[in-house]
């Protein structure tokens, strides 16, 4: 009996446990020592974004002490090494590590002050694809799982492999897009001056390359697809490579196509929203209405799915249906020779499922 509760509370332990992301957020002065840290023992650290804020006068005081400027989501001054740089080689892919800007980053001869942001990701292995020739399915509607994950090469972040290519494929379902961003790229480069790269990562898209680096790149690089599918491609000349290799980020952009319902037709569709409307004579159940628009939040349609099929505006003791053979002579721009018709009786309307109407007097009489 206790063996069967342990093996329950484990359990269940896994499952509500699967699948873990955590964003954290970590501020602190430019002087003061920021621990990054995740509370899944499993769990290790992505960089997401760094943000330095500098004290007012620095930006008074620019031209006598210059610093480099990068925009993000803010404006921020870095000066000396790149935060995300050492970042990267001190904490990506670890579970715990620290920080302090005005030791690892700056010379001993500047005296900038501010505050520093680290927004981190805590991701447990079954987030994370580090196992090459791998095939990733994105979710659609019909299977909500995870729209985002990661990818790492094996080894990271101690080492990669190389004598081959290690590919992993992303596949999204039609009409959607896939978005990358490099968090971390740390290969072999024979010249560090050279522009040239020795080993190389690929993103490529309908097997053409679409982006090719071997260096870390400030804000980091997202690539957004063409099509519903992309390949990442790790190359390396040499069989063991003490660097870390890289690690992406990868998500959905845009929601997949749905079943459309039975006298539905689109009307207009983006990436955001798609406008559906019934046919003459007809209204979605639900909304009592003939036309309603769905937004794409993130990767999935904001209503329940399937959608049902439009259904007459009128009730059946409204109509009387009357099949009517047509003459070869009526039927020249059709590609049928019996249509039958829905006539309302009270206000001598023609209505048909196509979308023709019309206002007759005697409506039996033209046949």
């Known amino acids: 009996m206790f063996l069967f509760l342990w093996i329950l509370i484990f359990g269940y332990f896994r499952l509500t446990n699967s699948g873990y992301v955590e964003i954290v957020e970590a501020i602190g002065c430019h002087s003061c020592n920021l621990l990054l840290t995740c509370r899944h023992l499993t ?9 330095f804020y500098p004290d007012l006068f620095v930006e008074e005081s620019a031209e006598e002490n210059p610093v480099e400027s990068l925009r993000g989501n803010g404006s921020q001054l870095f000066a000396g090494l790149y935060p995300r740089d050492v970042l990267n080689q001190r904490c990506s892919g670890l579970n715990h590590c620290s920080f302090v800007y005005s030791e690892d980053c700056l010379d001993r001869n500047n005296s900038v002050t501010g505050n520093v942001t680290v927004k981190y ?73 050279s522009q040239d790269c020795t080993d190389v990562l690929e993103i490529r898209d309908s097997g053409q390359v679409i982006h090719s680096s071997c260096r870390q790149q400030h804000p980091p690089t997202e690539i957004i697809s063409a099509t519903e599918s992309i390949e990442v491609v790790l190359s390396s000349r040499h069989e063991f490579n003490p660097r870390r290799g890289f690690l992406i980020r990868y998500s959905i952009v845009g929601c997949s196509d749905i079943d459309i319902p039975q006298d539905v037709y689109v009307v207009y569709r983006n990436y955001n929203s798609m406008v559906l409307s019934c046919c003459v004579g007809y209204q979605f159940p639900d909304t009592g209405t003939r036309t309603r628009t769905i937004s794409c939040l993130g990767a999935f349609w904001n209503t329940s799915l399937p959608l049902l099929d439009c259904q007459s505006e009128y009730t059946q003791s409204d109509f009387y249906y009357q099949c009517v053979d047509f003459f070869s002579d009526y039927v020249h721009v059709f590609s049928w020779k019996k249509i039958c018709i829905v006539l309302l009786v009270h206000e001598n309307l023609l209505i048909n499922k196509f979308g023709l109407y019309g206002v007759i007097q005697n409506p039996i009489s033209i046949f």
Do not use: M
């Open 121 to 193: 990701a805590c991701i447990t292995e079954d987030r994370i694809k580090k196992y090459c020739n791998s095939v990733i399915v994105l979710p659609t509607h019909q299977n909500r799982d995870t729209s985002e994950g990661f990818i790492h090469n094996p080894g990271y972040p101690r080492f990669y492999s190389g004598h081959k290519e290690c590919r992993w494929a992303i596949k999204g379902a039609p009409q959607q897009r896939i978005r990358v961003a490099i968090l971390d790229i740390s290969l072999i480069v024979d010249n560090v001056g």
């Open 43 to 51: 769990s290790i650290i992505a960089i997401l974004e760094v943000d």
